[in-house]
Each structure stands twice: as structure tokens, then as C-alpha cells.
């Protein structure tokens, strides 16, 4: 089924409210939900919201929190999320961050015990809409096996660099440290569709590209083979050790669903240091040397990371945000 933005926006508003949070706050998680499936990220927006919904229901995620400082010096400041909903901590700790890039020309925000952010995307796009380029990247639950294991001990953790166009047709790369995210594999196995290349191992051990194979045995192939599992280890490095958050390790002693990640957010007003227009036809060259790339046989187009987002949004708008029946029928339930 198809159901357009408004509508969408409307029931999971309605819903976050009954549950608890405010018009305000209700407004904003529902709007970046039902943005993330217009702009064809259908596995962290409206395909999760049930399950967020659980989270509230579970004590997990607490409508009312809001993040409080820990520390700052410099460019650099410490938030605690208080277990508050992933995508309003995660926007206000990239709004901190592009406050002390304004005034040091990078500036850097720490997140600890958050919650999940659902579209990793949506904090590099609340950059470069506003001028700046961003780096942010999160840890997860264990749910990927290091290279040569076959237990999860690393986690899948979304890493994300942003860089504005000026006709806001951005440069953005979203990209979870497994060949395809979880998410991706439901939405495939919903659709009944295999994968474009192998995902992970079946029970047999064997590399398959059957999502529900996959799925079951959550042996997923880290991106990059063993310099995937090496870039998801430092990723979690990072985000646990800079913020004195929890890390991988420690989130999977936390019991119910995922909750208590660390997080990073970097900007940086490069407009401080370089030309922006000179930046501006740097990029442009770049994205124009890519595009005239010679296509291999069977081929689709060529294109710059965040270019099938913004084709995914006009046929959305247009046509309505495609939706699972069955996954409409259990927000309508709530």
C-alpha cells in the first residue's frame, strides 16, 4: 500500500502522544520517521515505529528526557542522552556541534546512553543543510561477527560523512559496517527478494544472498570482508572511549532492546579556512569526473552517495510512501 507524508506524520504523531511525549517532541520523531521512509530509508522509519513504540512501553526510552552536559572544553563537548529518543538527542547533539564549529571551525559533541537514531543519514543532511560538513558515526548491540568468527561480537555501527551542494542536492554516504543492513534484509524478505550480492552465511555456513537466511543466523559479512570488522572495532573505539560511553561489549549486558549507545558528531565550517565557492566547484569537478565514468555491461547509472534519495523522495511524494500492510495495520493497533 501507498500512504502519503501528511497522513503518515499524523498517525505516528498521534500514536508518540499517546504514549507519553509531548506535541512538540511527538511532532519531531514523527516527522523524521515518516521523512526517512519518503527518502526510500523504509527500514528506519515507519517499518520501526511500532517497535519504538515498545521501547516507551518497555521504559527503554523515555519520552520527557532530554540530554544534559557532562563536560566541555574547546571545541569539545560531553552529553548524557538520559535515555531519550534517539533522533532528537542525536539532532541536538549535531546542532552542539555545529555551535562550536561556528565559533572554532570544527566542533565535536559526544553522546552517551542514547538511544537508536534510526537513519544515520538524517544528522548529515541536518548539517549540510545548514552549510556544514559533518562526520557521525554510532555503536550498536553486537549483531556482526569479526572476520573469521561466527558469534557477533562486533556491531554493525553506522558511520556517515556529509558534504552540501549548493542546488541542496547534498553529498551524503550512510553506510551500516555489514554488507546490507538488518533492515535491508527484512525489507527483501518481506518483498520476498534475494540480495543484489551475498549478505552473510546460512546455517550450512555457506556465504548466501537469501535474506531470510541470513536473518536467521545473524552472520552477517562485515562490509569490506576483514577491513569492515577492523573500521566497525575502531568506529566503537571511538564513540565508547572519547564519551566514556558504554561500548559494544557493554551494551550487550543490557537487557531488552537496544538502548545506552555512545555517539559522535563532528562538523566542520570549512567556510572558516578555504573559499566556499572555490570548495563548491571542487566538489562539482569531482561529482561531473564521476558521472562520465564508462558504465560496465549491465550496469545502472553512475551516481554520487545521496543521489538515490532524492529520487526515492520525488516518487514518494508523488505516488505515496510505500508501506507493508501488515506493518500499517500494527501502528494503526497501538
Known amino acids: 500500500m501507498r500512504i502519503a507524508f501528511d497522513d503518515a506524520l499524523s498517525v505516528m504523531r498521534e500514536k508518540l502522544v499517546e504514549h507519553g511525549t509531548s506535541p512538540e517532541k511527538a511532532g519531531m520523531v514523527a516527522y523524521e520517521m515518516a521523512r526517512n521512509s519518503l527518502e526510500g530509508t523504509y527500514t528506519h522509519g515507519i517499518n520501526r515505529f511500532a517497535r519504538l513504540i515498545r521501547g516507551i512501553d518497555s521504559g527503554i526510552v523515555i519520552p ?47 553522546l552517551v546512553n542514547t538511544n537508536h537514531w534510526m537513519r544515520a543519514a538524517t544528522y548529515g543532511y541536518h548539517a549540510v543543510e545548514k552549510g556544514y560538513a559533518a562526520i557521525c558515526f554510532t555503536n550498536t548491540i553486537p549483531n556482526m561477527p569479526a572476520w573469521g568468527a561466527v558469534d557477533s561480537r562486533l556491531g554493525n555501527n553506522p558511520f556517515v560523512m556529509a558534504f552540501p551542494r549548493k542546488d541542496g542536492r547534498h553529498m551524503v554516504f550512510d553506510s551500516a559496517m555489514t554488507q546490507f543492513s538488518y ?32 536473518l536467521e543466523t545473524r552472520r ?4 569490506g570482508f576483514w577491513k569492515g570488522s577492523a573500521l566497525s572495532f575502531l568506529l566503537d573505539i571511538f564513540a565508547s572511549c572519547i564519551t566514556l560511553g558504554r561500548c559494544v561489549a557493554d551494551i550487550s549486558r543490557l537487557e531488552g532492546d537496544e538502548h545506552g549507545v555512545s555517539q559522535l558528531f563532528f562538523a566542520i565550517d570549512y567556510g572558516k579556512m578555504v573559499d566556499e565557492e572555490e570548495a563548491y566547484r571542487t566538489a562539482e569537478r569531482a561529482i561531473a569526473f564521476l558521472k562520465e565514468s564508462k558504465k560496465a555491461d549491465g550496469a545502472g547509472e553512475i551516481v554520487y552517495p545521496g543521489e538515490r534519495m532524492m529520487r526515492a523522495r520525488e516518487r514518494n511524494l508523488r505516488e505515496g510512501i510505500p508501506v507493508d500492510d501488515g506493518v500499517w495495520n500494527e501502528i494503526l493497533s497501538l
Open 220 to 223: 552477517m559479512i562485515p562490509a
Open 64 to 110: 520527557g528526557a532530554e540530554p544534559s552536559l557532562i563536560s566541555s572544553f574547546g571545541a569539545i563537548e560531553r552529553y548524557d542522552g538520559n535515555l531519550g529518543f534517539g533522533i532528537t538527542n542525536a539532532l541536538f547533539a549535531m546542532d552542539r556541534a555545529m555551535a562550536k564549529a561556528s565559533e572554532h571551525g570544527i566542533g565535536m559533541a559526544g
Open 183 to 214: 533492515g535491508a534484509l527484512e525489507v527483501a524478505r518481506l518483498a520476498g527478494e534475494r540480495m543484489s550480492v551475498a549478505a552473510g552465511f546460512d546455517k550450512d555456513g555457506l556465504l548466501s544472498d537469501d535474506p531470510a537466511a541470513v
